[in-house]
């Protein structure tokens, strides 16, 4: 809008009329959202219903797919593969059990075994379930586990046992930064990724796991086409206390019209999925909506 328009407009209607114009013209001439569908984390669902009608709740709020977690029974697997099927809720993600118990950056090589079993299982869980992808915290730095050890532990297991695991049943495996005192700037994340000169190997990004020490924009711009998929969180940080708050999606800290715009940069991001508290029908559907309008490409609050 030029100046002169500006005065034209401010003259002939009342400011708060022309603001809201200002608001719907802004709206309008926003990118279309990108091809990326909605997902819901299975624990956000009511644990009470069966696996079939948990399935049908997502469906009916408005999510179009479902990541899970790790299922070792085979039955259950089973029936969780007809539930998807029955409503038509995708399943496009497992997120992996095994990896804060039995970490594959551990020194441990009885506990690195465990790590790689878990990550099997998790692999053939997403096979059965035609997901593309399985969640891998890739490494966590202890007292016993040096930065780099985490990674050059990390690194070896995933080319040598998990790269081949997952390229026999086409699944790509996402890591992702999470509070593991591990890949801490989008430039080592980058490094990180780059390192496996793999397409089985992504990057899952999580939105709200940077707000301690960076900016979701600047990590998602950075990694770019390296992502595959987004969690998506909020919460308000006291960066002086070390203390954060949980928040409704758009009502916390980030900035999620420029985390909108910086998903413009990742043209492989497929999903995003909702890792917040979960909640009954009426609650669900409010969390739709905040994804609808973050995918929209304005900040998603009534």
């Not at 029974?73 to 007809?82: F, G, L, N, P, V």
């Not at 539930?83 to 950056?105: C, E, F, K």
């Not at 390296?226 to 070390?242: A, C, E, Q, S």
């Amino acid at each position: 809008m030029s100046r002169r328009t500006l005065l034209k407009s401010s003259a002939a209607v009342p400011l708060a009329g022309w603001l809201e114009a200002a608001r719907a013209s802004e709206l309008a001439q926003a990118p279309a959202p990108p091809n990326i569908k909605r997902a819901v984390l299975v624990s956000m669902l009511p644990k009470e219903l069966s696996w079939h009608d948990r399935f049908a709740l997502a469906k009916a709020v408005g999510f179009d797919g479902i990541e899970m977690q790790t299922v070792t029974d085979q039955s259950q697997a089973e029936e969780i593969a007809k539930a998807s099927q029955a409503t038509g809720l995708v399943i496009h993600s497992v997120m992996n059990s095994d990896h804060w118990r039995y970490p594959i950056s551990s020194p441990d090589p009885d506990v690195v075994k465990k790590s790689v079993a878990g990550m099997k299982t998790s692999l053939m869980n997403a096979a059965l379930w035609k997901a593309g992808n399985v969640l891998l915290v890739p490494a966590v730095v202890e007292p016993k586990t040096s930065y780099a050890e985490a990674w050059s532990r990390s690194v070896a297991v995933i080319k040598q046992q998990l790269i081949p695991l997952a390229e026999g049943v086409r699944v790509q495996i996402g890591v992702e930064e999470v509070w593991n005192k591990f890949l801490l700037s989008p430039l080592e994340f980058n490094r990180y990724v780059d390192e496996f000169q793999s397409p089985w190997i992504r990057a899952y990004f999580d939105v709200g796991n940077v707000v301690f020490y960076g900016y979701p924009q600047d990590w998602i711009r950075t990694l770019g086409n390296r992502i595959t998929r987004v969690h998506l969180k909020d919460f308000t940080v006291d960066r002086g206390k070390g203390t954060f708050e949980w928040k409704h999606i758009g009502e916390g800290d980030i900035d999620w019209v420029e985390v909108r715009k910086a998903l413009d940069a990742a043209p492989n991001v497929t999903w995003v999925t909702t890792e917040i508290s979960g909640g009954d029908k009426a609650y669900l559907t409010d969390v739709v909506k905040r994804v609808d309008r973050f995918l929209g490409g304005f900040k998603p609050v009534d």
